[in-house]
T-cell receptor
Framework: SQQGEEDPQALSIQEGENATMNCSYKTSINNLQWYRQNSGRGLVHLILIRSNEREKHSGRLRVTLDTSKKSSSLLITASRAADTASYFCADAGGTSYGKLTFGQGTILTVHP | NAGVTQTPKFQVLKTGQSMTLQCAQDMNHEYMSWYRQDPGMGLRLIHYSVGAGITDQGEVPNGYNVSRSTTEDFPLRLLSAAPSQTSVYFC????????????FGNGTRLTVT
């Protein structure tokens, strides 16, 4: 399987700071998606970037994709305590849609 | 809309017992899937379905069965529970297609003793 890897595994910052999480994947992809998981809850889709896109914005989220390096990054600007959660990247590769391969996640803690 | 509903929220089984985890969605999504989440392992795909009557195996299908008789429901059956199946199970659905994001339920936490 093309399990992605995320870096760092854990990130602790103060409110107002920016948080950057990185993701690497192993083979060609159709798109790369980022999800957030609050403790004890299901994952919530944040943003999707297609393989022919290099950067995408959604509110305080900025995602970049470098297909030559097989990597992506998620930037959360002006972090809030409510952003405390685990963040997962997932790549949609292969020929069967929906078969996302998830990374192990980054645990983000934002201190008020 | 309720979205994706999973029941039960918690379950404790003894080794060898069987049970069914229920998943229902009210968004008329064609695609449904089951993942398990274990510490340090991310989410791993167990089984998935691209429409009623069609199912296929994911990365870790052994010990699990699925069926898809309706668009709304996608139950996951544990045939003979083992401690290695202790995990949190998530059901997800989407409209289908590569660029459709997944909608997740809130999970079932299963402990097998």
């Amino acid at each position: 399987s093309q399990q992605g890897e995320e870096d760092p595994q854990a990130l602790s910052i103060q409110e107002g700071e920016n948080a950057t999480m990185n993701c690497s994947y192993k083979t060609s992809i159709n798109n790369l998606q980022w999800y957030r998981q609050n403790s004890g809850r299901g994952l919530v889709h944040l943003i999707l970037i297609r393989s022919n896109e290099r950067e995408k914005h959604s509110g305080r989220l900025r995602v970049t994709l470098d297909t030559s390096k097989k990597s992506s990054s998620l930037l959360i600007t002006a972090s809030r305590a409510a952003d405390t959660a685990s963040y997962f990247c997932a790549d949609a590769g292969g020929t069967s849609y929906g078969k996302l391969t998830f990374g192990q996640g980054t645990i983000l803690t934002v201190h008020p | 809309n309720a979205g994706v509903t999973q029941t039960p929220k918690f379950q404790v089984l003894k080794t060898g017992q069987s049970m069914t985890l229920q998943c229902a969605q009210d968004m008329n999504h064609e695609y449904m899937s089951w993942y398990r989440q274990d510490p340090g392992m991310g989410l791993r795909l167990i089984h998935y379905s691209v429409g009623a009557g069609i199912t296929d195996q994911g990365e870790v299908p052994n010990g699990y069965n699925v069926s898809r008789s309706t668009t709304e429901d996608f139950p996951l059956r544990l045939l003979s529970a083992a401690p290695s199946q202790t995990s949190v199970y998530f059901c997800a659905s989407s409209f289908g297609g590569f660029n459709s994001p997944l909608h997740f339920g809130n999970g079932t936490r299963l402990t097998v003793t």
